[in-house]
């Protein structure tokens, strides 16, 4: 499987940026997608996944009510709208894929994209 992420940029405190995800697989079922972002000098951190079965969603306690993960299946795409960002969400943002099986450790994630970098001022 292999992952493109794009749509970071340079956003403004409260701002809003949407993120997507594509796959070159011709079909993303059965397996797992998540985002990780990894700041400068920072360990790689879970932001959100979700469920190719039932579609729930999970996510990183920093990201709650602001973020939201979704897929579209049709289009083999995984997104993540970010609002009300602040200055420490700035990262490089990482899309993750794995087979069956929700995870929020990055090591349990085989695929990965290449990452795109957000930027927060303040």
């Known amino acids: 499987v292999q992952l493109q992420a794009s749509g970071g940029g340079l956003v403004q405190t409260g701002g809003s940026l949407r993120l997507s995800c594509a796959a070159s697989r011709r079909t993303l079922s059965f397996y797992d997608m998540g985002w990780f972002r990894q700041a400068p000098g920072k360990e790689r951190e879970f932001v959100a996944a979700?469920?190719?079965?039932?579609?729930?969603?999970y996510y990183g306690d920093s990201v709650k009510g602001r973020f939201t993960i979704s897929r579209d299946s049709a289009k083999n795409t995984l997104y993540l709208q970010m609002n009300s960002l602040k200055p420490v969400d700035t990262a490089v943002y990482y899309c993750?894929?794995?087979?069956?099986?929700?995870?929020?450790?990055?090591?349990?994630?085989?695929?990965w994209g290449q990452g795109t970098q957000v930027t927060v001022s303040s």
């Open positions: 993750a894929a794995k087979f069956f099986g929700v995870a929020t450790m990055a090591g349990s994630y085989p695929y």
């Open positions: 979700v469920s190719w079965r039932d579609g729930s969603t």
